[in-house]
T-cell receptor, first 115, second 112 residues
């Protein structure tokens, strides 16, 4: 079984401030990890993913995330946010192994960037 | 243009009336998946398919059926819809589960 917990349902920040969106996962096997973003009234877009190798992953729009196996976390960070980053962000996990296609999303974190 | 299309985009129906939501992709992707999105619950996977005639349950398959008879199409069938299936539904496809998933525009379903 696998699960994802996004620790903050809403994160308000001011423009140009740094932000961290927290994600913890649980899985009985090793995992692939993803962050997706959803802008209002749109589908989801991939921000970044961790498959293997370096634990620091860089994605689009200046976002990055760090895979921490010991803490089972995959937190998303951006050093300076813009108004246009206002959106809902989803962390997702897929376990390697028998449930090959199963993908589990977290509950989502709404990031609101204020001027 | 590479895309995932869903139809209809909006649907209001009544309890027990069978319905199908279609999903089609033009990227020759092997992997396709259906999700429902509910406030506070994020996206939950309903069913996924690794290839033609290969499907498996996600986290919330009860009350839904799928089929994958052609690579490009992955319809979602609700044989007897109930009000608790009122939700926003997304179809997605990718070359495999580690690759970027491309999401359709969503189908907002209301079951009265």
């Amino acid at each position: 079984a696998q699960s994802v917990t996004q620790l903050d349902s809403q994160v308000p920040v001011f423009e140009e401030a740094p932000v961290e969106l927290r994600c913890n996962y649980s899985s009985s096997v090793s995992v692939y990890l993803f962050w997706y973003v959803q802008y209002p009234n749109q589908g989801l877009q991939l921000l970044l993913k961790y498959l293997s190798g370096s634990t620091l992953v860089k994605g689009i729009n200046g976002f990055e995330a760090e895979f921490n196996k010991s803490q089972t976390s995959f937190h998303l960070r951006k050093p300076s946010v813009h108004i246009s980053d206002t959106a809902e962000y989803f962390c997702a996990v897929s376990g390697r192994g028998t449930s090959y296609g199963k993908l589990t999303f977290g509950q989502g974190t709404i990031l609101t960037v204020h001027p | 243009e590479a895309q995932v299309t869903q139809n209809p985009r909006y649907l209001i129906t009544v309890t027990g009336k069978k319905l199908t939501v279609t999903c089609s992709q033009n990227m020759n992707h092997e992997y396709m998946s259906w999700y429902r999105q509910d406030p506070g619950l994020g996206l939950r996977q309903i069913y996924y398919s690794m290839n033609v005639e290969v499907t498996d349950k996600g986290d919330v398959p009860e009350g839904y059926k799928v089929s994958r008879k052609e690579k490009r199409n992955f319809p979602l069938i609700l044989e007897s819809p109930s009000p608790n299936q009122t939700s926003l539904y997304f179809c997605a496809s990718s070359s495999d589960r580690t690759d970027t998933q491309y999401f359709g525009p969503g189908t907002r379903l209301t079951v009265l």
